[in-house]
């Protein structure tokens, strides 16, 4: 029969039976221009099976066949050099056995030590007492006193906040809400498949970024010796910084963490539980430019995309309104979304072009006052995400990390 009747009875390929060929270990007989696949053909093709079963390597069957043709009627199959074959390879099957039963037990031991997602369990922190002390009426500047609010272990679950000239802070499970919170129903919802999905759909180099990104920002962490002050996040968003940051986070220090984005807030809350920190994390829930602190107040900015991100929306530079809640020794760390070029159809308008720039971004920041300590830029990228859809087809984008001080 011909090689395509003979894979098909054999329930393989041709390119398989071709490859067996060109290693001599079917060897049909040439009839004119085609190949005839007999009888022999068919009881070779089944010893090359048999042998794979035993679990031997195509070119370890083309010696054991050319030994069992070379030897037929001469006890080859007791000879030293053919049984080692088998021995070696039931040595090798003994060996391979004893490697998965230890990934076995490191696998039970690795899922044993996790800890169970038990929900009911996890115990919703409140406000840290600490960091509602800092919070400042921005229109009076007077400190907002806790009027209605059951203060436990130095923490707030839910309260209320005034000041003298009756402005209000809501806390409700441990959240401060200001001026500018989103409503829940209209803001972006974080589920427990939030994860999964983003490193599913968002393209691999943007990825790649983000890693460098968080790796870098690790590496040359503006936190480096210190073990208190006061932190201020613009943007906690997803928690991707302070999730990877959270070891370095100065252990006495006061970390807030703003964001308009309730869920975020809450899916941030419920993560660093999970992460079993003890840090002083006050999650506030308001509009960057109605953060209730007091001036020269920040020891350490952390401007992870939120500057990117408001001027999505905005034409004015976020750190022009943020620079006066900082103390003239502030350590700011930045991380911007720049572009390399900007397409016909982009959907940065001109206005805003200059904040999503190197060169606006620095000559901005010096203006403000800062001095640059180090900077770093990841490769270009032209592909992001149903996440990071800011960019269009046709442009290139980097992510630019700024590390300097007042
Ligand atoms: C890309 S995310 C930041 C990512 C985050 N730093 C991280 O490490 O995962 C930007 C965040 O800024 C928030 N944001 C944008 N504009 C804002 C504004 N005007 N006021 C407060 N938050 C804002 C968004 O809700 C979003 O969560």
Same mark, same amino acid.
């Given at each position: 029969?011909?090689?395509?009747?003979?894979?098909?009875?054999?329930?393989?390929?041709?390119?398989?039976?071709?490859?067996?060929?060109?290693?001599?270990?079917?060897?049909?007989?040439?009839?004119? @221009?085609?190949?005839? %696949?007999? #009888?022999?053909?068919?009881?070779?093709?089944?010893?090359?099976?048999?042998?794979?079963?035993?679990?031997?390597?195509?070119?370890?069957?083309?010696?054991?066949?050319?030994?069992?043709?070379?030897?037929?009627?001469?006890?080859?199959?007791?000879?030293?050099?053919?049984?080692?074959?088998?021995?070696?390879?039931?040595?090798?099957?003994? #060996?391979?056995?004893?490697?998965?039963? @230890?990934?076995?037990?490191?696998?039970?031991?690795?899922?044993?030590?996790? !800890?169970?997602?038990?929900?009911?369990?996890?115990?919703?922190?409140?406000?840290?007492?600490?960091?509602?002390?800092?919070?400042?009426?921005?229109?009076?500047? &007077?400190?907002?006193?806790?009027?209605?609010?059951?203060?436990?272990?130095?923490?707030?679950? +839910?309260?209320?906040?005034?000041?003298?000239?009756?402005?209000? =802070?809501?806390?409700?499970?441990?959240?401060?809400?200001?001026?500018?919170?989103?409503?829940?129903?209209?803001?972006?919802?974080?589920?427990?498949?939030?994860?999964?999905?983003?490193?599913?759909?968002?393209?691999?180099?943007?990825?790649?970024?983000?890693? =460098?990104?968080?790796?870098?920002?690790?590496?040359?962490?503006?936190?480096?010796?210190?073990?208190?002050?006061?932190?201020?996040?613009?943007?906690?968003?997803?928690?991707?910084?302070?999730?990877?940051?959270?070891?370095?986070?100065?252990?006495?220090?006061?970390?807030?963490?703003?964001?308009?984005?309730?869920?975020?807030?809450?899916? /941030?809350?419920?993560?660093?539980?999970?992460?079993?920190?003890?840090?002083?994390?006050?999650?506030?829930?308001?509009?960057?430019?109605?953060?209730?602190? &007091?001036?020269?107040?920040?020891?350490?900015?952390?401007?992870?995309?939120?500057?990117?991100?408001?001027?999505?929306?905005?034409?004015?530079?976020?750190?022009?309104?943020?620079?006066?809640?900082?103390?003239?020794?502030?350590?700011?760390?930045?991380?911007?979304? /720049? %572009?390399? +070029?900007?397409? =016909?159809?982009?959907?940065? !308008?001109?206005?805003?072009?200059?904040?999503?720039?190197?060169?606006?971004?620095?000559?901005?920041?010096?203006?403000?006052?800062?001095?640059?300590?180090?900077?770093? #830029?990841?490769?270009?990228?032209?592909?992001?995400?149903?996440?990071?859809?800011?960019?269009?087809?046709?442009?290139?984008?980097? +992510?630019?990390?700024?590390?300097?001080?007042?």
């Amino acid at each position: 029969m011909k090689i395509g009747e003979f894979a098909k009875i054999n329930k393989t390929t041709i390119d398989t039976i071709r490859h067996y060929m060109d290693m001599s270990i079917l060897n049909p007989d040439k009839n004119g @221009t085609y190949y005839d %696949f007999d #009888d022999h053909a068919q009881k070779d093709y089944e010893t090359i099976i048999a042998l794979k079963q035993l679990g031997f390597s195509i070119s370890e069957i083309q010696t054991l066949m050319l030994f069992e043709r070379i030897g037929k009627y001469t006890g080859y199959n007791q000879r030293k050099t053919y049984k080692a074959f088998y021995k070696n390879k039931l040595q090798w099957i003994h #060996d391979e056995l004893n490697r998965l039963k @230890t990934m076995q037990e490191k696998l039970e031991d690795a899922i044993d030590a996790m !800890p169970e997602n038990n929900e009911e369990d996890s115990r919703v922190a409140g406000a840290p007492l600490d960091a509602l002390s800092m919070l400042f009426c921005k229109k009076c500047q &007077q400190a907002y006193r806790l009027i209605d609010g059951h203060v436990d272990q130095g923490e707030v679950l +839910n309260g209320i906040m005034t000041c003298s000239c009756g402005e209000r =802070l809501i806390i409700h499970e441990g959240i401060v809400y200001g001026e500018g919170a989103l409503n829940s129903s209209e803001a972006f919802v974080f589920d427990d498949t939030f994860i999964e999905d983003y490193v599913q759909t968002t393209h691999i180099d943007y990825l790649k970024n983000l890693h =460098l990104t968080l790796q870098w920002a690790r590496n040359h962490s503006i936190f480096k010796n210190a073990d208190k002050g006061s932190v201020l996040e613009l943007g906690s968003g997803r928690g991707f910084f302070l999730r990877n940051m959270i070891e370095m986070i100065p252990k006495h220090s006061v970390y807030i963490a703003v964001d308009h984005n309730p869920n975020a807030h809450q899916w /941030l809350k419920k993560d660093l539980a999970n992460a079993g920190e003890n840090l002083k994390i006050l999650c506030l829930c308001c509009d960057f430019n109605e953060i209730p602190l &007091q001036e020269y107040s920040i020891d350490y900015l952390i401007d992870a995309t939120g500057s990117t991100n408001y001027a999505f929306d905005h034409s004015d530079f976020l750190m022009d309104s943020i620079v006066t809640l900082l103390k003239q020794t502030c350590l700011y760390q930045g991380h911007f979304l /720049l %572009f390399e +070029n900007f397409s =016909l159809n982009t959907l940065i !308008p001109k206005d805003r072009r200059k904040w999503f720039q190197k060169e606006g971004v620095q000559d901005e920041l010096s203006k403000l006052g800062f001095k640059c300590m180090r900077d770093y #830029d990841t490769q270009l990228i032209s592909e992001g995400g149903p996440r990071e859809d800011f960019f269009v087809k046709g442009e290139q984008i980097y +992510n630019y990390l700024y590390i300097g001080k007042l």
